[in-house]
């Protein structure tokens, strides 16, 4: 039995923050009243809309974005977000999929895609989203504690491995190798995979909760997880030597 699709939330007019949406749509008139093909401005518009429930009018916002500025992935989310909310879900389907084309990393995209597919009655395709978005969000928490224990791990048997009784000068030169060699590939794994979340942080995020901006994220995270895994490497191999010693 497929599960339940979650339930549609409409905006809530009464709440304290939709005086500042209006205040924030005044501001984004003025400025098209200036430059009224701003695609930027017609998205953040549209936004605002359908943070106030007029769902026609966010759409036609977005339409209009999208006729300037074909590129940009927020403007077809946007308009993929109007077109769900009117019930019109093959339309919401066929943006959502050009959004996804333009931006793989859009996490909402993909999730909000999926609940039009199952809208659809596709659940094939419905399940590709959703198995597409459990990769995306895999539980970074624990993957740089499994990276680093691997590289202490590998360092321990580095350090330790001449060893091994019996084994030849050639014999352990060769395992040594090995050993590196694995260690330079999880690192590259661990690499790809922080490149990878630090897009999906630059780029994600509920179109619905207000206007998206796409982040500049400075690399300075990733290279902390980086050297905390070579140090752990280091660490390994010292305790190997230190083992074999003693």
Same mark, same amino acid.
């Given at each position: 039995m497929p599960?339940?699709?979650?339930? @549609? %939330?409409?905006?809530?007019?009464?709440?304290?923050?939709? $005086?500042?949406?209006?205040?924030?749509?005044?501001?984004?008139?003025? &400025?098209?009243?200036? *430059?009224p093909r701003d695609p930027v401005i017609l998205n953040r518009k549209a936004v605002a809309l359908v943070n106030l429930g007029r769902f026609e009018e966010a759409l036609a916002c977005s339409k209009s974005a999208a006729a300037i500025c074909t590129d940009r992935a927020d403007i077809w989310v946007s308009m993929g977000v109007a077109y769900d909310h009117l019930g #019109?879900?093959? /339309?919401?389907?066929?943006?959502? /999929? #050009?959004?996804?084309?333009?931006? =793989?990393?859009?996490?909402?995209?993909?999730?909000?895609?999926?609940?039009?597919?199952? @809208?659809?009655?596709?659940?094939? /395709?419905?399940? /590709?989203?959703?198995?597409?978005?459990?990769?995306?969000?895999? =539980?970074k928490e624990y993957a740089g504690f499994y990276f680093t224990l691997a590289s202490f791990m590998l360092g321990l048997l580095l350090g330790g491995i001449r060893s091994v009784e019996g084994s030849s000068a050639? &014999? *352990?030169?060769?395992?040594?190798?090995?050993?590196?060699?694995?260690?330079?590939?999880?690192? $590259?794994?661990?690499? %790809? *995979?922080?490149?990878?979340?630090?897009? &999906?942080? @630059?780029? *994600? $995020?509920? &179109?619905?909760? $207000?206007? @998206?901006?796409?982040?500049d994220s400075r690399p300075t995270g990733m290279y902390v997880v980086m050297f905390i895994m070579v140090a752990a490497f280091v660490i390994g191999i010292a305790a190997g030597i230190w083992l074999r010693v003693h």
């Open positions: 599960e339940p699709l979650p339930p @549609r %939330r409409d905006p809530d007019l009464s709440g304290p923050d939709t $005086g500042k949406i209006r205040e924030a749509l005044e501001y984004y008139d003025r &400025v098209l009243l200036i *430059s #019109r879900y093959t /339309e919401a389907a066929e943006v959502l /999929e #050009r959004a996804i084309a333009l931006n =793989p990393y859009d996490t909402y995209a993909r999730a909000l895609l999926a609940i039009v597919y199952q @809208r659809l009655e596709m659940p094939d /395709e419905a399940d /590709e989203q959703n198995r597409k978005l459990q990769e995306m969000v895999f =539980p050639a &014999v *352990s030169a060769i395992a040594q190798l090995i050993i590196l060699a694995f260690f330079f590939a999880i690192a $590259g794994l661990l690499w %790809r *995979s922080l490149k990878a979340e630090r897009e &999906v942080a @630059r780029h *994600s $995020g509920p &179109v619905a909760a $207000g206007v @998206r901006h796409d982040r």
